[in-house]
């Protein structure tokens, strides 16, 4: 049967959670009978209340991210009025906005990034990620990859779209959006309901067989993998940003790994690994999109902002820390994304 425990990474997140409910209870408590006048009571509560906070972890009140998901988001302090102003501006002057999102977004979903200081897989671990190369050359990558993607699915399949992928949805319903591209590989965007969308590097809900060329659905995939495999178990380790977790390769020995039912070929996330390219067709489709447009609003993506540079489209760039096309903006907005777009109106 399939076992999969949480470490202690997950019970700190657990603890953490817990403590800022209580937290949240009590100070909600408190509220109520500050204004109730009642001196001693207030008092007591308030020396409870501090003594909470500081223990409890450091999430802010007006944060788009869900309880636990913090630590996967680096630090950053709210927003000045002045920026958002700014990106008010920059957001109603638009007529046919282009949008690119990357890892950022989905951090704010409880999904880890590669890159992010202090919080990213590159600054907790030590692990790469699966390149393409490897995949193709050799079975037992193939088998450790999707046995840890295995274990890692169910977790990874249920994160939601957070605060600032509906808003990105309702800009397109109220034609503000033109299109939007989405380097996620997480699917939260299309699970929003966006439809104006290229996931410019696939999506992990999809499996393709690297023979044929045909498309399933992961889901299924899991199905299979339960079926070759009811008796195998992991011990699951950290998250991965690409759905899976980490597990030692002594672990991954006796897991079965099902081929094509059409031709018997290897099955491969319909996703873009590390080493490997997008097809030229994609990435032509998203220049045509950027051309039909009137400004960029960017949270990564550096080779379009160097092609909208170069059609003298105004670029507005939404993003935590420094990135490298920041000389190409004409805005810089640092914040959240769910913190900062819920609070700028499409028109």
């Known amino acids: 049967m399939h076992r999969v425990t949480l470490g202690k990474y997950m019970q700190r997140r657990f603890l953490s959670y817990i403590t800022q409910l209580v937290c949240d209870v009590i100070e909600s408590t408190f509220v109520r009978w500050r204004f109730a006048a009642d001196p001693e009571a207030t008092e007591t509560m308030r020396l409870l209340w501090r003594t909470l ?13 869900p309880a636990g998901s913090v630590n996967f988001v680096p630090a950053c302090s709210t927003t000045d009025a002045h920026s958002r102003d700014l990106l008010q501006d920059f957001v109603s002057r638009a007529g046919r906005l282009f949008v690119i999102t990357g890892a950022g977004l989905s951090t704010e979903s409880g ?7 202090g919080v990213g897989l590159y600054a907790r671990t030590s692990r790469r990620p699966m390149e393409h190369a490897e995949f193709v050359r050799s079975a037992k990558s193939r088998q450790r990859y999707w046995a840890r993607n295995f274990v890692g699915w169910p977790q990874f ?3 939601l779209p ?7 949805q309702r800009w397109e319903e109220s034609g503000k959006l033109h299109w939007l591209v989405t380097q996620n590989v997480d699917a939260l965007h299309s699970k929003v309901g966006q439809k104006r969308l290229t996931e410019l590097h696939g999506c992990t809900h999809r499996v393709m067989c690297l023979g044929c060329g045909a498309i399933s659905a992961r889901e299924e995939l899991q199905r299979r993998f339960l079926s070759l495999n009811p008796d195998w178990g992991a011990q699951a380790g950290a998250s991965a940003p690409d759905g899976d977790v980490f597990l030692e390769d002594e672990q991954v020995l006796n897991f079965r790994v099902p081929s094509c039912d059409e031709c018997g070929g290897i099955l491969k996330p319909e996703v873009t690994f590390f080493g490997d390219s997008v097809k ?4 032509q489709f998203v220049h045509d999109r950027l051309a039909e447009s009137d400004a960029v609003l960017v949270y990564s993506g550096y080779r379009f902002l160097l ?5 003298k489209i105004p670029v507005a760039i939404l993003n935590i820390g420094p990135t490298r096309a920041d000389h190409l903006a004409e805005l810089k ?4 994304c769910g913190e900062v777009l819920t609070v700028i109106r499409p028109h």
Do not use: C
């Open 280 to 283: 030229k067709g994609t990435v």
């Open 53 to 65: 906070r500081l223990h409890r972890a450091p999430v802010r009140r007006a944060s788009s991210v």
């Open 307 to 311: 092609a909208a540079s170069d059609r």
């Open 162 to 168: 957070n605060s600032a992928h509906r808003v990105l």
């Open 333 to 336: 907005v640092r914040g959240r």
């Open 111 to 117: 999904i880890p990034d590669y890159r992010s200081e």
């Open 157 to 159: 399949s249920s994160h």
